[in-house]
């Protein structure tokens, strides 16, 4: 009672293009404590989902949450999310709040 | 406490 939850939303995003399009800003240590879309790339996976929007936090990619993780590894788990072949998607748990 | 304040930045990556 009295804590409120911040919305959050799954986006999947299919691989339809060969880059994800994104660029992020943020994790752990810094400003921003998790990662935020700061460009959306026209053409990119990303953008063809059309879900996605400018200034969206990841919470979580493929259901591993970015809490606590820095850029480079938030960065790579995000990389390496895309890049698997085990998948033809990849699912962010992203929320409008900071 | 005024830590916040003294966070840095982030670089931005392109995914």
Redesign the interface.
């Known amino acids: 009672p009295g804590v409120l939850e911040p919305t959050s939303t799954l986006v999947r995003v299919a691989r339809t293009a060969s880059?994800?399009?994104?660029?992020?800003?943020?994790?752990a240590?810094?400003?921003?404590p998790l990662p935020r879309i700061?460009?959306i790339?026209k053409g990119g996976s990303a953008y063809n989902c059309g879900q996605l929007r400018v200034g969206q936090v990841i919470l979580e990619v493929n259901g591993i949450s970015l809490r606590g993780r820095e850029?480079?590894e938030a960065?790579r788990l995000?990389?390496e999310a895309?890049k698997t072949k085990e998948r033809d998607h990849i699912e962010f748990l992203v929320t409008e709040f900071n | 406490r005024e830590k916040r304040l003294t966070l840095p930045p982030s670089e931005i990556t392109l995914l």
């Open positions: 880059t994800l399009g994104i660029a992020i800003e943020g994790g240590n810094t400003r921003q700061v460009t790339q850029h480079q960065a995000i990389a895309f």
